[in-house]
């Protein structure tokens, strides 16, 4: 990347051991950032630590499920302690449901809003501590943009997107952090192939 630089910064990209999370941890190891991550087993965390290793990033991989506040708390202290206080936070673990939302159980909604909606609110709590004491930080959330309105008919709304762009309106670091969404329609991944 030519005149953009993330030497000496330290990025936690939530959900990238592979797929679109993997993508914006590798674009931020080229420009020079310290990777970490983290998946919801060991077993994740490590295939994903092997895909950074191929293409020569050497990141930090964390079990640690985001809708889990002990956890959060516990991956970001240990983060902080291991690798240092993180600059830049990219909230993109998520999930969809892709069933008709009359198929849909109030269940399989409430884990969807839990990951898509509340762990970035989790993880963005656990982490502006640090980038208060720097005085500087990023917090980017990721969220696929669907539509406004979901009939009763189509797949449910993957997330809260709009929920989330509300979040971003009252930054909570009082400047010590800055607050952006950015949104995708569908991506090709590994993951779907």
Do not use: W
């Not at 953009?4 to 993997?22: D, P, R």
């Not at 640090?130 to 008919?153: D, L």
Request: hydrophobic share 40%; aromatic share 4%.
């Amino acid at each position: 990347m030519v005149n953009f630089s993330l030497e000496g910064k330290i990025a936690l990209v939530t959900g990238a051991s592979y797929g679109i999370g993997f993508g914006i941890a590798s674009a931020y190891a080229e420009a020079g950032a310290t990777i970490c991550f983290n998946d919801l087993s060991q077993e994740k965390v490590d295939k994903g630590i092997a895909a950074y290793k191929e293409i020569g990033v050497d990141a930090h991989g964390y079990v640690c499920d985001v809708t889990d506040e002990a956890q959060v708390q516990a991956m970001v202290a240990k983060i902080n302690e291991e690798v240092g206080i993180i600059d830049i936070l990219v909230n993109n673990a998520g999930i969809i449901m892709r069933k008709p939302m009359l198929e849909m159980e109030a269940d399989e909604f409430r884990k969807v809003i839990d990951v898509d909606l509340n762990a970035p609110f989790i993880v963005s709590k656990a982490v502006i501590p640090g980038m208060k004491e720097k005085g500087h930080g990023k917090i980017i959330n990721i969220c696929i943009k669907r539509r406004k309105i979901v009939r009763s008919e189509e797949k449910s709304a993957s997330g809260n997107e709009h929920a989330k762009e509300a979040c971003k309106r009252k930054p909570c670091a009082q400047k010590a952090a800055c607050i952006m969404v950015a949104t995708h329609k569908t991506v090709s991944t590994n993951k779907l192939k």
